[in-house]
């Protein structure tokens, strides 16, 4: 209790620690006037006017802060140390929310509900008119004189309630408590408004999606270089010649034409994994463009 309103428990620790001097020499002030009629010393009547001042300052703010946590009726008069620690004792309370403020909690959440797939479905809409006229007489209704459906929001009992857990099912709802609200709602509503809910098409509406930040442009790519190449950069088809001139890039994506005669050193070898040279195998190495599973080699295979 001593962590909350810590500046208002200091004085009023201050003033329980000078209150019994104070009052002692007041006592001792008094009986010399009764008695000789000598008068209080200046300074006996500054330290009274002190505490005075400071007593009314620190009602002010232990008033001020019961009010704030609660909406029970205070006490009228505040005359004593021990009527300010009281009020120091309900501002130190959980502030629970009152019958008005319960209510339009609830009402707000109504509000708030849309439809994911038809903005404007009317089945909502009528059920949202409804809970925005009851919010206006609530808000503008005297403290003594709320509708009756306000209590009922407050203490969760009203058929907008059951909508809501509809909305947003608590974790503890099982398929009994379900098969009450769906009837409850139904007979309160529509049919349509309910079956909306059960299938998740009724949600509380989200805050405004943030801006997404400019995509940078991209910068063109530069081809891999050889020690950073890896096979899934490569075509799944790979030729190997065995002679010793290189062909160039253009004539390799060109179709195939028939030789006049069957080139003895042609290796076709369909497959996905890189293929170690060989004594033999030539220098050459040339990707296609089709993906083939890994087979056994042919040799002296003519283009058709």
């Not at 994506?253 to 004594?279: C, F, H, M, N, Y």
Request: glycine residues 4%; charged residues 20%.
């Amino acid at each position: 209790m001593t962590e909350n309103n810590p500046e208002l428990r200091q004085k009023l620790a201050a003033l329980v620690e000078r209150s019994p001097g104070l009052g002692s020499r007041l006592a001792q002030a008094a009986i010399e006037l009764k008695e000789a009629g000598v008068p209080p010393t200046e300074l006996l009547i500054e330290q009274l006017t002190a505490y005075r001042q400071e007593f009314a300052s620190l009602r002010t703010e232990a008033i001020a802060a019961a009010k704030a946590v609660s909406s029970e009726q205070l006490p009228p008069q505040v005359t004593s140390l021990k009527d300010i620690e009281r009020l120091l004792a309900i501002a130190a309370t959980p502030k629970v929310p009152g019958v008005r403020e319960g209510a339009l909690e609830v009402l707000d959440l109504v509000l708030s509900i849309v439809h994911t797939d038809q903005p404007d479905f009317p089945h909502l809409q009528s059920v949202q008119a409804e809970a925005l006229k009851l919010r206006q007489q609530i808000a503008q209704a005297a403290p003594d004189a709320l509708p009756p459906e306000a209590e009922a929001l407050h203490s969760r009992r009203h058929t907008l309630c059951a909508l809501l857990a509809l909305v947003d099912p608590p974790a503890d709802l099982n398929d009994e408590k379900w098969g009450v609200l769906v009837e409850v709602v139904t007979r309160a509503y529509n049919k349509a408004i309910t079956v909306a809910a059960a299938r998740g098409k009724l949600v509380y509406q989200k805050s405004p999606t943030p801006p997404v930040a400019a995509t940078p442009p991209v910068s063109p790519q530069r081809p891999p270089s050889a020690e950073g190449v890896r096979m899934s950069d490569f075509p799944e088809v790979m030729v190997i010649g065995a002679s010793s001139t290189k062909p160039s890039p253009s004539s390799v994506l060109k179709p195939p034409s028939a030789p006049t005669q069957p080139e003895e050193d042609v290796i076709i070898i369909p497959g996905s994994e890189e293929v170690r040279s060989t004594p033999g195998d030539g220098d050459r190495l040339v990707f296609g463009a089709v993906p083939l599973a890994r087979g056994v080699a042919k040799r002296n295979q003519p283009w058709d």
